[in-house]
């Protein structure tokens, strides 16, 4: 039966027509799809090199971040929303707005496509984290602390691109 499916797919890939018919539209979708999972892949892999401020290591390394983190979802012709939902290493990280700072900022400045951005702490993950997603979505609040040298400093050193 398993090889009797195989080969109905295969011969509807092929161009039979009375093999799989398709319906308007599913080409476009499934375009769509691939190029917002290809998008989610660039994503990533921007993201996954930054620094955690308090260690050597990168948030991938420490499992912060991972590819099923990032979703992407066109809302547009050519603007894509990004969803990122981070996990800190412990309930009560100090420093989980400053990670969802760096990564906003990171994206910011990196990618090449229309974007809208939202970025959350994994729920249940942090102690306040309705307090912290509200901080680095909120476009005032991350202008302001890019204003501070101190504090931009230590973001450009995270986000900085691995030698």
């Known amino acids: 039966m398993l090889a009797l499916a195989l080969l109905w797919r295969a011969l509807g890939s092929a161009g039979y027509a009375d093999a799989a018919p398709r ?78 700072l760096c990564l906003r900022i990171k994206l910011q400045r990196c990618l090449p496509f229309k974007h809208k951005l939202e970025i959350y702490i994994s729920e249940g993950a942090h102690s306040i984290e309705e307090d912290i997603n509200k901080q680095i979505n909120d476009k005032e609040r991350v202008a302001a602390a890019m204003e501070n040298p101190s504090l931009r400093e230590i973001v450009d050193q995270c986000v900085l691109d691995p030698d």
């Open 23 to 100: 319906r308007a539209g599913e080409s476009g979708r499934a375009a769509a799809m691939a190029q917002a999972q290809e998008r989610a892949l660039e994503v990533y892999d921007l993201i996954r090199t930054i620094r955690d401020p308090e260690k050597p290591n990168t948030l991938e390394e420490l499992e912060v971040v991972s590819e099923s983190c990032v979703e992407v979802v066109e809302i547009g012709p050519g603007e894509s929303l990004i969803t990122i939902r981070f996990t800190p290493t412990v309930p009560h990280c100090s420093l989980a707005t400053l990670i969802g």
